[in-house]
């Protein structure tokens, strides 16, 4: 069935350095992906997408990386900045059916 | 403020009684979502509306579950009869398109606690 999860239920990194979120799914038929950003007590905030016909999508300093043969996407934070401490979910869809949600990676960013 | 809004953002209530949510999307998105969402976990998907139709209801949607979008603007999720279990945040999310691949843009949420 699907599944989609993440590795690191939690992560913290220096306040500068470079951040990497990562999600596994077991869905092979999905062929696109949202990554969220859910600060307390807000609604998930779009943040980036990528469809399985890519392996790589940039925006303003966040990557998102496509690995179809292992099942995995992963997002890059560049220079994370203490705003960007948040819950980070995953999100993917198969063909346009109902989007799956994975548990959530919460990022704390250190001063 | 053109984003998704939902009222009320907090609720508490006593096992057994009726609660009700609403929901405004975004002006003239015309897909509606709602998502339930626990502690520490991500989004689940409950119903979807398309304009004023319903298309959608998950199994997580008991028949103490109802929604509404009568003139395909905003939307009303309530919740008879509440039990401990449905204390849970309640988000709501529009998009526009001809599909649910299409980007949904998430409310604030109503976080509901039943005592």
């Known amino acids: 069935g699907e599944n989609v999860g993440l590795h690191l239920p939690t992560l913290s990194v220096q306040e500068g350095d470079n951040s990497i979120i990562n999600c596994a799914y077991s869905?092979?038929?999905?062929?696109?992906f949202i990554w969220y950003k859910q600060e307390s007590g807000k609604g998930p905030q779009f943040i980036i997408d990528?469809?399985?016909?890519?392996d790589k999508r940039q925006g303003q300093r966040v990557t998102v990386l496509l690995n179809k043969t292992v099942k995995h996407l992963s997002l890059q934070i560049a220079a994370t900045q203490p705003g960007d401490s948040a819950v980070y979910f995953c999100?993917?869809?198969?063909?346009?059916?109902?989007?799956?949600f994975g548990p959530g990676t919460r990022l704390s960013v250190l001063p | 403020d053109t984003g998704v809004s939902q009222n009320p953002r907090h609720k508490i209530t006593k096992r057994g009684q009726n609660v009700t949510f609403r929901c405004d999307p975004i002006?003239?998105?015309?897909?509606l979502y709602w998502y339930r969402q626990t502690l520490g976990q991500g989004p689940e998907f409950l119903t979807y509306f398309q304009n004023e139709a319903q298309l959608e209801k998950s199994r997580l949607l008991s028949d103490r579950f109802s929604a509404e979008r009568p003139k395909g603007s905003f939307s009303t999720l309530e919740i008879q009869r509440t039990e401990q279990g449905d204390s849970a945040m309640y988000l709501c999310?529009?998009?526009?398109?001809?599909?649910?691949?299409?980007?949904?843009?998430f409310g604030p949420g109503t976080r509901l606690l039943v005592l």
């Open positions: 999310a529009s998009s526009l398109g001809r599909s649910r691949r299409e980007t949904q843009y």
């Open positions: 990528i469809r399985s016909n890519m």
């Open positions: 869905n092979s038929a999905s062929d696109y």
């Open positions: 002006s003239e998105h015309n897909r």
């Open positions: 999100a993917e869809n198969n063909y346009g059916q109902n989007f799956v």
